[in-house]
Protein backbone atom coordinates (compact mmCIF):
# COMPACT_ATOMS: atom_id res chain seq x y z
CA UNK A 1 0.00 0.00 0.00
CA UNK A 2 0.98 3.75 0.11
CA UNK A 3 0.42 6.27 2.08
CA UNK A 4 -1.07 9.86 0.30
CA UNK A 5 -0.63 13.16 1.70
CA UNK A 6 -2.91 15.74 0.06
CA UNK A 7 -2.00 19.94 -0.29
CA UNK A 8 -2.76 23.01 -1.89
CA UNK A 9 -5.97 23.71 -0.57
CA UNK A 10 -7.19 27.00 0.56
CA UNK A 11 -9.73 29.74 0.26
CA UNK A 12 -10.22 31.02 -3.15
CA UNK A 13 -13.09 33.61 -5.29
CA UNK A 14 -15.33 32.18 -7.56
CA UNK A 15 -13.98 32.21 -11.05
CA UNK A 16 -10.38 31.50 -9.10
CA UNK A 17 -8.12 28.09 -9.94
CA UNK A 18 -6.41 26.03 -7.36
CA UNK A 19 -3.96 23.16 -7.47
CA UNK A 20 -4.30 20.21 -5.66
CA UNK A 21 -1.17 18.18 -4.87
CA UNK A 22 -1.12 14.30 -3.71
CA UNK A 23 1.90 13.16 -2.68
CA UNK A 24 2.60 9.14 -2.53
CA UNK A 25 5.32 6.86 -0.27
CA UNK A 26 6.50 3.77 -1.56
CA UNK A 27 7.57 2.31 -4.77
CA UNK A 28 4.46 0.80 -5.82
CA UNK A 29 2.67 4.09 -6.66
CA UNK A 30 2.78 4.00 -10.27
CA UNK A 31 1.21 0.80 -10.17
CA UNK A 32 -2.11 2.26 -8.90
CA UNK A 33 -4.92 3.99 -10.66
CA UNK A 34 -5.29 7.77 -9.13
CA UNK A 35 -9.07 9.27 -7.77
CA UNK A 36 -9.96 12.49 -6.41
CA UNK A 37 -13.02 12.33 -4.01
CA UNK A 38 -14.88 15.24 -2.59
CA UNK A 39 -17.31 15.70 0.41
CA UNK A 40 -19.02 18.80 0.99
CA UNK A 41 -21.03 18.99 4.80
CA UNK A 42 -23.32 17.18 5.03
CA UNK A 43 -23.27 15.33 1.73
CA UNK A 44 -21.75 12.23 0.38
CA UNK A 45 -18.28 11.69 -0.86
CA UNK A 46 -18.25 12.20 -4.57
CA UNK A 47 -15.88 11.31 -7.57
CA UNK A 48 -14.38 14.03 -9.02
CA UNK A 49 -11.35 12.01 -11.57
CA UNK A 50 -9.29 9.16 -11.87
CA UNK A 51 -6.18 8.95 -14.02
CA UNK A 52 -5.02 5.52 -14.86
CA UNK A 53 -1.40 4.16 -14.08
CA UNK A 54 0.12 5.43 -17.16
CA UNK A 55 -1.84 8.67 -17.22
CA UNK A 56 -3.11 8.29 -20.68
CA UNK A 57 -6.61 7.48 -19.58
CA UNK A 58 -8.52 9.94 -18.05
CA UNK A 59 -12.12 10.10 -16.09
CA UNK A 60 -14.29 13.31 -14.87
CA UNK A 61 -17.53 13.79 -13.28
CA UNK A 62 -19.57 15.69 -15.37
CA UNK A 63 -19.92 18.71 -12.91
CA UNK A 64 -16.14 19.03 -12.99
CA UNK A 65 -15.56 18.29 -16.41
CA UNK A 66 -13.71 21.25 -18.92
CA UNK A 67 -13.02 22.62 -15.64
CA UNK A 68 -10.39 20.57 -13.49
CA UNK A 69 -7.33 18.43 -14.94
CA UNK A 70 -5.72 15.97 -13.28
CA UNK A 71 -2.32 14.45 -14.16
CA UNK A 72 0.70 12.41 -12.56
CA UNK A 73 4.28 12.50 -12.32
CA UNK A 74 4.98 9.44 -11.54
CA UNK A 75 9.05 9.96 -11.24
CA UNK A 76 7.50 12.32 -8.27
CA UNK A 77 5.22 10.04 -6.97
CA UNK A 78 2.91 12.93 -7.49
CA UNK A 79 -1.29 13.23 -8.85
CA UNK A 80 -2.41 16.77 -9.07
CA UNK A 81 -5.69 18.38 -9.60
CA UNK A 82 -5.99 21.49 -11.62
CA UNK A 83 -8.83 23.23 -10.57
CA UNK A 84 -9.63 26.48 -12.81
CA UNK A 85 -12.98 28.11 -13.00
CA UNK A 86 -13.89 26.98 -9.09
CA UNK A 87 -17.33 27.59 -8.51
CA UNK A 88 -18.65 28.22 -4.68
CA UNK A 89 -21.01 24.59 -5.27
CA UNK A 90 -16.93 22.83 -5.60
CA UNK A 91 -16.59 23.92 -1.76
CA UNK A 92 -15.39 20.21 -0.09
CA UNK A 93 -12.85 18.68 1.38
CA UNK A 94 -11.14 17.06 -1.12
CA UNK A 95 -9.39 13.88 -0.89
CA UNK A 96 -6.98 11.54 -3.19
CA UNK A 97 -7.02 8.11 -3.49
CA UNK A 98 -5.14 5.04 -5.04
CA UNK A 99 -6.57 1.96 -6.12
CA UNK A 100 -5.38 -1.96 -7.27
CA UNK A 101 -8.39 -2.13 -9.97
CA UNK A 102 -12.45 -1.92 -9.69
CA UNK A 103 -14.80 1.59 -10.98
CA UNK A 104 -12.57 4.24 -10.70
CA UNK A 105 -15.85 6.65 -10.11
CA UNK A 106 -16.31 4.10 -7.14
CA UNK A 107 -15.04 5.16 -3.58
CA UNK A 108 -15.29 1.70 -1.82
CA UNK A 109 -13.18 0.61 -5.03
CA UNK A 110 -10.26 2.72 -3.84
CA UNK A 111 -7.46 0.88 -1.11
CA UNK A 112 -5.95 3.57 0.42
CA UNK A 113 -6.90 7.36 1.04
CA UNK A 114 -5.16 10.67 2.32
CA UNK A 115 -6.02 12.72 5.14
CA UNK A 116 -8.13 15.60 2.71
CA UNK A 117 -7.47 19.11 2.30
CA UNK A 118 -10.18 21.79 2.32
CA UNK A 119 -11.19 23.71 -0.84
CA UNK A 120 -13.43 26.55 0.03
CA UNK A 121 -14.38 29.28 -2.68
CA UNK A 122 -16.36 32.35 -1.38
CA UNK A 123 -18.88 34.09 -4.51
Known amino acids: QVQLVESGGGLVQAGGSLRLSCAAS????????MGWFRQAPGKEREFVAA????????SYADSVKGRFTVSRDNAKNTVYLQMNSLKPEDTATYYC????????????????WGQGTQVTVSS
Open 26 to 33: GRTFRRYV
Open 51 to 58: ISWSGVST
Open 97 to 112: AAQNSGRVDVDSDYDC
